[in-house]
C-alpha cells in the first residue's frame, strides 16, 4: 500500500511571513491552470473543442453522480502538481493528469465511466455543429488519443487521453487501486483539487490574497518534505524502478537532460540496471522500442525539439553503460536504433555536422569470421590539407 504524506497550505489570510505569501501564489498557480483553456484536436473534420480543465472536471464529475458512481476526491497528478508546488525546475508541464476517486468492482462500471466521459465531450463541441448523429464510437474516433483498461489483483482504474497536437493532453484517469503511482520523487505529488471546486461553485467572492480555499497536497512517494527537497534541488530519487512499466529509463534520461542528477552515483548505477532490464521486459521487440522512443520524443519535447538529441545520445549512453540483460546482437540492435533516431532529430533541425566532423561506423558482413576481426571498423573522416583543394562539400560519406 502507497504511503501518503501531506502538506497543508492553510490559506486563510495576509501574514508577514514568506512561507504564506509563497502558499497564495501557489494556490494561484493552480486556478490558473485548472482555468486555461486547452484545445481538443479532432482528426480529420471534426472541430477542435475548447475547454478548461475545471470545466471537463465539473461535468465529468456531475455526469458519474446522476449515474449513480460516487467520486470521492479529485487530484491533480505528476508534472503539472510539481509545477504547482515548485515553478522553477525547469521540467514544467505537457499533460494535464487528472485522477477521479471512483469504484472499478466490475467490467459495466468501466464501460459507465468510458460512456460519460464520451458524452460530456458533447458539451464541448461548438455552437452549430449537429449533435444527433454522432455516438460515443465516433466522439472516442474524434478526439481520444489513448484508452487504457487495467483491471488485475493489484491494480483497477482507466485511462481517457484527450487529444491535443502540441503534447498538452488531458488525461482522465478513474482509479479504484493502483499500487504504484511515481516513477521518481519529483513527480510523485497530488494535490486535492476538491476545495477549489468547491470555492468555484459556492464563492460570490472572487478569490483574494484575504480571502482563498485551503489545498492540501501530497506525495506518493511517501515523506512530503524529502520530496520537495527533491525538487527543489533537482536531485533523482525513487524506489523499486523494477515495478514502473519502462523502469523509469525514459523518465531518467528526460530528468538528467533538464539538469536533475541523482543524490548517490553508486546507487543510481545499480538504479539503472534495474531500469533497463525492465525496460526491455516490457518493450522486446525492436519496433515497439521504436514506436515507444518516437512517442515519448513526440509527447514531452514538444516546443524543445533541441533537447531530443540529447535525451536520445542519454540513452545510449545509459543503455550502453547498464544493460546485462540482452545478448550481444540485441544490445547492438538497440543502441543502432538509438543512434539512428539521434541522426533523424539532427537532419530535421538541420544540424548535421560538417564531413570533418564525421566517424563512420562500418560493421562486416555476418559471414566475417576472422579473429582478427572486431566488431566494428571504425573510420575517422579526417579534414583534407588545404593545399589539395580549395572547396568543401558539407555532405556525408557513403557508408557503402
Excluded at 107 to 136: H, M, N, W, Y
Amino acid at each position: 500500500m502507497a504511503v501518503f504524506n501531506s502538506l497543508f497550505l492553510w490559506l486563510e489570510g495576509p501574514t508577514v511571513s514568506n512561507g504564506s505569501i509563497n502558499k497564495h501564489l501557489k494556490v494561484r498557480r493552480l486556478d490558473s491552470i485548472l482555468g486555461e483553456t486547452v484545445p481538443i484536436h479532432g482528426r480529420g473534420n471534426f472541430p477542435t473543442l475548447s475547454m478548461q480543465p475545471r470545466q471537463i472536471v465539473q461535468v465529468v464529475r456531475a455526469r458519474l453522480q446522476e449515474r449513480g458512481v460516487c467520486v470521492k476526491d479529485v487530484r491533480l497528478n505528476g508534472s503539472a502538481a510539481s509545477h504547482v508546488l515548485h515553478q522553477d525546475t525547469g521540467l514544467g508541464y505537457k499533460d494535464l493528469d487528472l485522477i477521479f476517486g471512483v469504484s472499478l468492482k466490475d467490467d459495466q462500471a468501466f464501460r459507465l465511466v468510458k460512456d460519460v466521459v464520451l458524452d460530456c465531450l458533447l458539451d464541448f463541441l461548438p455552437a452549430g455543429v449537429s449533435k444527433e448523429r454522432i455516438t460515443a464510437l465516433t466522439l472516442k474516433e474524434a478526439y481520444v488519443q489513448k484508452l487504457v483498461k487495467v483491471c488485475n489483483d493489484t491494480d483497477r482504474w482507466s485511462l481517457i487521453s484527450l487529444s491535443n497536437n502540441t503534447g498538452k493532453n488531458v488525461e482522465l484517469k478513474f482509479v479504484d487501486s493502483l499500487r504504484r503511482q511515481f516513477e521518481f520523487s519529483v513527480d510523485s505529488f497530488q494535490i486535492c483539487l476538491d476545495s477549489l471546486l468547491f470555492f468555484d461553485r459556492c464563492s460570490e467572492t472572487p478569490m483574494s490574497e484575504s480571502f482563498h480555499p485551503t489545498v492540501i497536497g501530497e506525495s506518493v512517494y511517501g515523506d512530503f518534505q524529502e520530496a520537495m527537497d527533491h525538487l527543489c534541488q533537482r536531485v533523482i530519487a525513487t524506489r523499486s524502478p523494477e515495478e514502473i512499466r519502462g523502469g523509469g529509463l525514459l523518465k531518467y534520461c528526460h530528468l538528467l537532460v533538464r539538469g536533475f542528477r541523482a543524490s548517490s552515483e553508486a546507487d543510481m548505477k545499480q538504479m539503472q540496471r534495474y531500469m533497463c532490464s525492465r525496460f526491455f521486459i516490457d518493450f522486446p521487440d525492436i519496433v515497439e522500442q521504436q514506436r515507444k522512443l518516437e512517442a515519448y520524443l513526440q509527447n514531452h519535447f514538444a516546443g524543445m525539439e533541441h533537447k531530443r538529441y540529447e535525451c536520445l545520445m542519454t540513452l545510449h549512453h545509459v543503455v550502453n553503460e547498464s544493460t546485462v540483460c540482452l545478448m550481444g546482437h540485441e544490445r547492438r540492435q538497440t543502441l543502432s536504433l538509438i543512434s539512428m533516431l539521434a541522426l533523424k532529430v539532427l537532419a530535421e533541425q538541420n544540424a548535421i555536422p560538417t564531413v570533418t566532423n564525421v566517424t563512420c561506423y562500418y560493421q562486416p558482413a555476418p559471414y566475417v569470421q576472422d579473429i582478427n576481426f572486431s566488431n566494428y571498423y571504425i573510420a575517422h573522416v579526417q579534414p583534407p590539407p588545404a593545399t589539395q583543394c580549395t572547396n568543401t562539400y558539407q555532405t556525408w560519406l557513403p557508408c557503402s
